[in-house]
């Protein structure tokens, strides 16, 4: 009887076969209903397909129910690989399968052989059902080569998640953990990468965690990364990459199981170093788990935070020994504790010299092409609405010289006053594009206070102030359908059709942001009364603020705009004071109290502000005091409002 690696038996395979068969032909099931027969019943009963159809460049196969088939792409593979697998994880079967004339490398190719046939039949099938019911669908929903896409990269999912299950089973003795941590392999890695970095942005001073966290959930976690195919499908890399480690993992899974001690069966983790790697690497998760914990709810405080880590590290040891040893009544190894904490101090030393440079690390002006400065480290565009009438690279980055020069003054700033302990403080991102391809992140945090006073030279700049209002975004305003002035006060919408009047709103609005300096930065501003809604012909919507003290808006909505008149007006008014807040601590105390009070369901007068208060009893001061000529951003003297209708408040500063 042949032996070799690759030697078929037909007796053997047919036993895989039997016992992978029932997961087959569910799987089948579910495909088929998900797919061809829920397509098939929206099309004999909708109204109208067009709400099904796919957009542009979107796989139809892929967009219809995608959450469904991915369920059953993580599902099914991982219970083919457990069956396939089980007889490794009992004694008897385990015996038995070893005592037949085979190589081990052929029982392991007949396992991959029954559940790889046992998982591309439904795919398949699915497929040509798919081409089947095409012709008779109009509109179509997919096209041939959507069904030839789907076919493809669903069969890179489900066989990478049947390699993965088998490949972790070689290293456990339990079906229950080995089905866990088929999961778990694929997502604690990248788990506790994004854990480390949410610890790490309490001690390293402008440490990007925001961003790295996100490009690791999103691009590092296989789960993550496959759920979203639909919105960004794989690359060519991507591809390549998981091909390539689906051959990887195969390989080396021959060479495992061939080392495999026989006796494994009995134990958790089959080979003593991976079972050492197991117990650190969780216990190193629930560790940073902990202390993350402590950190987030006592706002960075080290002492508590170090209390995490320990507590942390010794529940999740002792946890893990449980597991390994299958006992409530261990004998806790505290050598293996002790060499777990020692190794955890010897990596905080290049991880301390790291960071140190990571923290003086700025950039040369002349190797900067484009930067970034605002209140996260997300200068991404895309929420600003699908319309051909923007151009989504008008917003966000800068590139003139003199933005840069001020960002990396800024930054030196940033440097010296962040506190990376105190996350709940007023945060500042900034973001370098090189010219050489490459990006550098940077997030600080620092009181609101300071903040307005660092940016105010960078809030002056002219790009720095188009860059962060969508509205000078807008290079197509053909593509306009109508604006609507809305205001905060339940009154109704003021819409403008006409081209003229909408180009006069949207150049007031531009001149206003471009007179003043940029609300970027400023924390404690309550200004806003309003917004300019922007309507495009596709359907998609933008809004633009609107502020008291804007003198140009106000002014043309006043006089413009069909019903303008009575637009943030004094007739409006229910009640109004003027404020004295010449000091940071009284401007802090009055957003304490604007941020602790529902003035809707306050019927009484505000006879409760912290600082002084003068109430406006003239009607004729009132209007005086609400023309935006008077008005400014901030100052020692600010005007608070209550409105009308929904018994809000504004608040703008005097000019004295």
């Known amino acids: 009887m042949k032996s070799g690696t690759l030697s078929f038996n037909k007796g053997l395979f047919q036993q895989h076969a039997r016992s992978v068969l029932w997961i087959s032909i569910f799987f089948a099931l579910a495909l088929l209903l998900v797919l061809p027969l829920g397509m098939w019943m929206i099309y004999m009963n909708a109204e109208s397909m067009d709400i099904y159809l796919p957009h542009k460049g979107k796989n139809g196969v892929f967009t219809f129910s995608y959450p469904y088939q991915f369920i059953t792409f993580l599902v099914f593979p991982v219970i083919t690989g457990l069956v396939l697998t089980s007889y ?178 009995d134990e958790t983790i089959a080979f003593p170093f991976f079972r050492s790697l197991f117990i650190f690497s969780l216990t190193l998760f629930v560790m940073l788990a902990s202390g993350l914990y402590f950190a987030e709810f006592l706002n960075g405080a080290f002492g508590w935070t ?49 960071a140190g440079t990571y923290e003086k690390k700025i950039p040369a002006e002349n190797e900067i092409a484009a930067v970034y400065a605002g209140d996260s480290i997300s200068y991404d565009s895309t929420y600003l609405p699908e319309s051909t009438a923007i151009d989504k690279k008008r ?33 500042v991102g900034i973001v370098y594009k090189l010219k050489d391809g490459s990006r550098i992140d940077r997030q600080y945090y620092l009181d609101a206070e ?63 942001t471009l007179t003043e300096a940029s609300r970027r930065f400023v924390i404690y501003d309550l200004s806003q009364v309003g917004e300019v809604q922007i309507w495009f012909t596709n359907g998609h919507m933008m809004s633009v603020p609107i502020y008291l003290d804007q003198e140009q808006t106000m002014r043309y909505i006043h006089e413009k705009v069909r019903g303008g008149t009575n637009f943030a007006s004094a007739e409006q008014v229910e009640e109004a004071y003027i404020l004295t807040t010449d000091t940071s601590d009284r401007r802090e105390q ?67």
């Open 590 to 656: 009055l957003m304490t109290y604007i941020n602790e009070n529902s003035f809707s369901e306050k019927e009484s007068e505000l006879s409760d502000i912290p600082v002084p208060a003068e109430k406006v009893m003239d009607s004729g001061q009132l209007k005086q005091l609400l023309d935006p000529a008077h008005l400014e951003q901030e100052g020692n003297k600010s005007l608070l409002i209550r409105w009308k209708g929904n018994r809000q408040v504004s608040i703008v500063g005097v000019k004295e």
């Open 306 to 354: 170090l209390f995490g880590y320990a507590i942390g590290a010794f529940v999740g040891y002792t946890i893990m020994q449980m597991i390994v040893q299958k006992t409530l009544r261990l004998s806790w190894p505290w050598k293996g504790f002790v060499l777990y904490a020692a190794a955890v101090i010897v990596l905080l030393i290049p991880t301390a010299i790291l």
């Open 88 to 265: 490794m994880t009992k004694k008897g079967s385990s015996d038995f399968m070893h005592s037949l004339p085979f190589k081990r490398e052929t029982l392991l190719t007949h396992v991959y052989a029954a559940g790889g046939i046992a998982l591309i039949l439904p795919i398949l099938l699915t497929g040509a059902v798919l081409v089947i019911i095409h012709p008779f669908m109009t509109p179509p929903l997919y096209t041939m080569g959507n069904i030839v896409g789907w076919i493809g990269i669903s069969l890179l999912i489900v066989l990478f998640m049947f390699t993965v299950t088998i490949f972790v089973g070689l290293f456990i003795g339990s079906t229950l953990i080995q089905g866990v941590m088929a999961y778990g392999i694929l997502i604690l890695p990248g788990a506790l990468i994004m854990l480390a970095l949410g610890n790490a942005r309490f001690f390293i001073n402008g440490l990007a965690a925001d961003a790295y966290i996100d490009r690791v959930m999103t691009k590092g976690i296989f789960l993550v990364r496959a759920s979203s195919i639909t919105e960004k499908p794989f690359s060519s890399l991507e591809l390549a990459l998981y091909i390539g480690l689906i051959v990887l993992l195969i390989a080396v899974s021959y060479f495992i199981y061939k080392i495999r001690p026989a006796e494994a069966v």
């Open 395 to 427: 917003f966000g980055e800068m590139k003139e010289k003199e933005s840069i020069r001020q960002t990396i003054s800024l930054h030196k700033q940033l440097m010296k006053e962040g506190h990376p302990s105190k996350q709940r403080n007023y945060q």
């Open 450 to 512: 300071q903040v307005t006073e660092m940016t105010k030279e960078l809030r002056s700049n002219q790009e720095f102030k188009q860059k962060t209002s969508p509205i000078f975004a807008i290079t197509r305003p053909e593509k306009i359908s109508y604006l609507a002035v809305a205001d905060f006060q339940g009154t109704r919408d003021l819409r403008v059709t006409d081209q003229e009047e909408m180009k006069g709103l949207i150049q007031a609005v531009k001149r206003d």
